[in-house]
């Protein structure tokens, strides 16, 4: 039995919550995550669930906000390592995450971000990234055109439209430099 399958003793019934519905986004993206199935997965009753999230875009906020979080870390750990410039780097970091997460990915990106106005905290963490990646070209124009076309390029890998032979980074470095 998995963890998430095993019944609800630990006290922190959100995170268990969260993870269970992690597991659901990894599996079918975010039209396979439901409050009663990751309530189901914690061990605990759907009433249970409705706790800690008002519905399922409360739970797919607090999903997309965690990917952020994840995202950022990425990110900063490409940077840390100093191989590339900061803003190769970055775009490896950008689309080697969505490779590794597409469910997350995707609903980080989704139509729930469009809707963020309900969800501050979502808002909050997506500009952040934009920051992070602005502070490696210094400039707006210069980022939008870099994130367009790492996004772009992360999905058409996403999608199987883009088959390259050699490595990934490879791919990234003679597209971003």
């Known amino acids: ?35 009663r199935e990751a309530a189901r997965m914690a061990g605990v009753s759907p ?15 607090a999903l997309a906000l965690r990917g952020f979080e994840a995202f950022g870390a990425a990110m900063a750990a490409a940077v840390a390592r100093g191989d590339v410039t900061p ?13 590794a997460r597409p469910g997350r990915f995707r609903l980080m990106f989704g139509p729930l971000l469009a809707r963020s106005g309900a969800h501050p905290a979502l808002l909050a963490a997506s500009r952040q990234a934009f920051a992070a990646l602005q502070a490696s070209t210094g400039e707006k124009d210069a980022a939008l055109r ?3 076309m790492v ?12 088959r390259e032979e050699g490595s ?7 597209l971003i430099c």
Do not use: N
Request: proline share 1%; net charge negative; glycine share 10%.
């Open 1 to 35: 039995m998995s963890t998430l399958e095993k019944p609800y003793h630990h006290g922190d019934l959100r995170t268990a919550l969260l993870d269970a519905a992690d597991a659901l986004l990894d599996q079918g993206g975010d039209g396979a995550v439901s409050l």
């Open 47 to 61: 009433t249970a669930a409705y706790r800690h999230f008002a519905d399922k875009d409360a739970l797919l906020a």
């Open 87 to 99: 803003y190769v780097a970055r775009g490896r970091a950008y689309i080697r995450f969505a490779l």
């Open 146 to 148: 870099g994130w367009g």
């Open 151 to 162: 996004h772009g390029l992360a999905h058409l890998l996403l999608d199987g439209a883009i």
């Open 168 to 174: 990934m980074e490879a791919l990234v470095d003679r």
